[in-house]
């Protein structure tokens, strides 16, 4: 491995690692759910590695712990027995095969936003902020098994099309995008929007939706201004 690419995924490596502490500061998350980025112009995945006896919450995971795997799920740098991958890492895997533009993919139980799937309530564009990640809606994956095969996670990839969030029925939820630092702020974002949709159901009358419209130009206007504030705000937490 060149001195360049070892320098990179150093740096992956950290960013998944606090990715794991965001959430589980959060409570998006516990000792379940991963997070992962893809290295750049290679195969590589850097994933948090699978709960265990030594291996426990998200938030106690460091950068050393993370494991490498490839395209097809295998352990490349990491101690199978001790620390490998998790085994629904196959969210992972072929939601990168299917789409080259995503470079960063979280998996997560949080509660009130997989509940919403289970009742199949929409989660409407409250947020201005957070309104552009329903700009290809959220799908739904329509089983609640794991996904512990290529096969499921190709299903999962499908489902979740262009999307950059999806459901998984009665388990939780995926977030695919450029930067692992923007597939955790599209779960935290996530979140945000379930608890605004559950606040205005509960206040009563007819909430004021941000229009397909306004959430296109949003997108054209620059949706990726300002994430790398928003993810030193929430990295700042956990450091």
């Keep these: 491995m060149s001195v360049k690419h ?19 500061h959060l409570k998006l998350t516990e000792y379940m759910g991963h997070v992962s980025a893809r290295v750049p112009g290679t195969d590589r995945i850097i994933i948090k590695p699978r709960h265990s006896e030594t291996i426990h919450g998200m938030g106690e995971v460091g950068p050393e712990q993370t494991v490498v795997i490839d395209l097809d799920g295998n352990l490349i740098e990491g101690n199978e027995a001790k620390d490998g991958p998790p085994s629904e890492r196959f969210i992972h895997t072929e939601v990168y095969r299917a789409r080259p533009d995503v470079g960063g993919v979280v998996h997560t ?24 990640l329903l700009v290809h809606g959220m799908p739904i994956y329509p089983s609640p098994d794991l996904i512990t095969d290529p096969e499921r996670g190709k299903a999962v990839a499908k489902v979740l099309g262009k999307a950059e969030i999806c459901h998984l ?38 909430p004021k939706v941000i229009t397909q419209e306004e959430i296109e130009r949003m997108v054209a206007s620059g949706k990726f201004v300002g994430y790398k504030v928003r993810w030193a705000y929430y990295a700042s937490l956990v450091e």
């Design 6 to 24: 070892e320098t990179i995924e150093q740096e992956l490596r950290r960013k998944v690692a606090t990715a794991g502490k965001i959430l589980y």
């Design 109 to 132: 139980h949080q509660m009130l936003v997989t509940v919403f799937g289970v009742v199949e309530r929409p989660i409407l564009p409250l947020l201005h902020v957070e309104a552009p």
């Design 169 to 206: 029925q009665g388990h939780g939820i995926v977030t695919a995008s450029r930067t692992v630092e923007e597939a955790t702020l599209a779960a935290i974002h996530l979140d945000r929007l379930a608890q605004a949709n559950y606040i205005a159901a509960q206040l009563g009358g007819k």
